[in-house]
């Protein structure tokens, strides 16, 4: 019959030290013992846990009781870690191999990524050229296609008593963007809300979610584009700068973030196939690598 893990545990032999001789270790400067030292506090069976292993884990805020408490609980995780892999290894005999060759396999794949992402962030051009944004925009026009309808828009909700609501209206429903820094300023003194970026695009739910249930706004279309609306209390300025409707090809500044990182992931690509080629082409000219 197998003995629980809880009940091997406190049955194997595991030598710890004192609490008190720990935390002499672990909270006081260490700069005395020669670096070469390696300091037991922990065995189990022949599994050993030294204390440069706990020291780098411990947080400097901790008291010396919470800092007792932390060692005390990561002793005991890592017997009880060590007494899992132990009955691991006692059971699994049939399949070793397997997962030896599946961890090697592993390691292996985590090197060479590693090795990968170094070249990338030594090698790698970042900076993607409106014209390579175009050009890629237009070899591949089809697959960007909108899913949702979009919209590029000026709102502001005000007090029906604020001041110069008719030049806030021409500012608004003008197209000098000359008018940018006066709308600005109107804004942050008067307004209860507003939206004002005419250079992004907004998903159209996104947009009449800013209204919740205070408008209808359904009637707005590039025809009829501008739209006042008041209540007791206040009045709704909306100017429909543009619109593409679901279906309609996405404009390039939509989606130009999604094109930079295809761009830049085909060149990371190409890094690593360019420093992979040469890497086999050295190894074959110095007989590194040979077939026999």
């Given at each position: 019959m197998e003995i629980p893990i809880q009940q091997n545990l406190s049955k194997t032999y595991i030598l710890i030290k004192s609490y008190y001789i720990i935390l002499v270790f672990l909270l006081s400067?260490?700069?005395s013992f020669d670096n070469n030292d390696e300091v037991l506090i922990a065995r189990l069976g022949d599994s050993y846990l030294y204390e440069h292993q706990v020291t780098s884990l411990i947080n400097s805020k901790l008291s010396s009781v919470d800092s007792s408490i932390f060692i005390q609980q990561y002793i005991n995780n890592w017997a009880q870690e060590e007494l899992l892999l132990q009955k691991a290894a006692l059971n699994?005999?049939?399949d070793?191999?397997?997962i030896d060759k599946r961890l090697e396999s592993y390691r292996r794949s985590l090197l060479i990524h590693a090795y990968e992402q170094k070249i990338i962030e030594q090698s790698l051009d970042t900076i993607v050229l409106e014209d390579q944004l175009q050009s890629y925009y237009n070899q591949h026009v089809d697959?960007?296609?909108l899913a949702d309808k979009i919209t590029k828009v000026?709102?502001?909700k005000t007090s029906i008593m604020a001041p110069k609501?008719?030049?806030l209206e021409s500012w608004l429903f003008d197209n000098d963007t000359l008018l940018i820094d006066a709308i600005e300023t109107y804004c942050h003194q008067y307004a209860k809300r507003f939206y004002y970026n005419p250079d992004e695009w907004l998903m159209w739910n996104d947009f009449q979610q800013i209204f919740s249930n205070e408008l209808d706004i359904s009637s707005l279309s590039m025809k009829n584009n501008t739209m006042i609306l008041e209540d007791s209390l206040d009045v709704y300025f909306i100017h429909l700068i543009n619109l593409k409707?679901?279906?309609?090809?996405?404009p390039l500044e939509y989606v130009k973030d999604e094109i930079r990182s295809i761009l830049l992931n085909q060149r990371k690509l190409k890094t690593v196939e360019v420093i992979q080629t040469k890497l086999f082409e050295d190894a074959k000219q110095s007989n590194e690598f040979e077939v026999y």
């Open positions: 400067s260490c700069s699994i005999n049939q070793q191999l397997e697959d960007y296609l000026m709102f502001v609501l008719d030049s409707d679901k279906g309609e090809i996405a």
